[in-house]
């Protein structure tokens, strides 16, 4: 049996000094990864650059940064090998970085153009901010190792990820997705809504609903949810490390 687990967060890089992340630390999928230790299943651990690591010499581990390096690992492994499971713990990041500027450059571009043409509207003038904002060859900065930190104001343009949970199921139809979605102080009705918008529109068979209101610790309210709703309730990390472990067995 193999098992494709995804841990920890994913990191943009700036320049070759500053990178966006997030505070994910990996800490549940470690757990899920150390409750299978003694079973007889391969373990596949796609893991962030500050998650912390499963004990188990037998895990084939494969590290990543950003976003487009979880993509191009996750398309080989799953075009390549055959996964009963595939858990996405990973928190992943929604944007990447599209160029980066400053305010000199950026203003300097705006009264460029704003000289260069007539402007007659406050929407042909909107138009025109917005594109010179959304073009990346006209308010990308030269390529610099470490950006200058001269200027007041660093300005990063960012532009959608691309949505790996939604490619899994397209690479590898017949694996069994379980997805997590993390919410921050919402109802359980909602965080239920939202899992199973999730569920339809990534094709998965489950998901891991979290509230972060609720975790501290060792302590992780999770809800187990699939198409027909709430299938189990779990309390710690290590409840739902036991009870994916379950899952997994079963079948």
């Known amino acids: 049996m193999n098992i494709l687990i ?37 373990v596949y651990y796609v893991h962030g650059p500050q998650a912390v690591l499963p004990e188990n010499d037998t895990i084939r581990f494969f590290p990543i940064h950003s976003v487009q390096d979880l993509y191009n690992t996750m398309e080989k492994l799953l075009t390549t090998i055959s996964f009963d499971y595939v858990i996405h713990s990973m928190a992943v990041s929604d944007y990447e970085l599209d160029t980066a500027t400053n305010e000199a450059l950026l203003s300097e571009q705006i009264a460029e153009k704003i000289i260069s043409e007539e402007y007659k509207t406050k929407e042909e003038l909107t138009q025109l901010i917005k594109h010179v904002l ?21 300005i990063l343009v960012m532009k959608k990820a691309p949505k790996v949970i939604s490619q899994i199921k397209t690479w590898q139809p017949s694996t069994h ?75």
Do not use: W
């Open 134 to 154: 959304t073009d990346s060859h006209q308010s990308a900065q030269p390529a610099q190792k470490k950006i200058s930190s001269k200027n007041d104001k660093l």
């Open 177 to 251: 997705l379980i997805g997590f979605k993390l919410l921050v102080d919402v109802s359980e009705e909602e965080l239920v809504s939202v899992a199973q918008d999730s569920i339809e529109k990534n094709k998965a068979d489950y998901i891991l609903a979290n509230d972060l209101t609720h975790i501290k610790g060792d302590q992780h309210t999770g809800l187990f949810v699939s198409k027909q709703g709430i299938e189990q309730r779990f309390n710690t990390k290590k409840e739902i490390a036991q009870g994916m472990k379950q899952l997994i067995l079963k079948n």
């Open 6 to 42: 995804t841990a920890g967060g994913t990191s943009e890089k700036i320049d070759e000094v500053r990178h966006l992340t997030n505070h994910a630390t990996g800490s549940l999928g470690k757990e899920i990864a150390n409750s299978l230790k003694n079973e007889a299943v391969n």
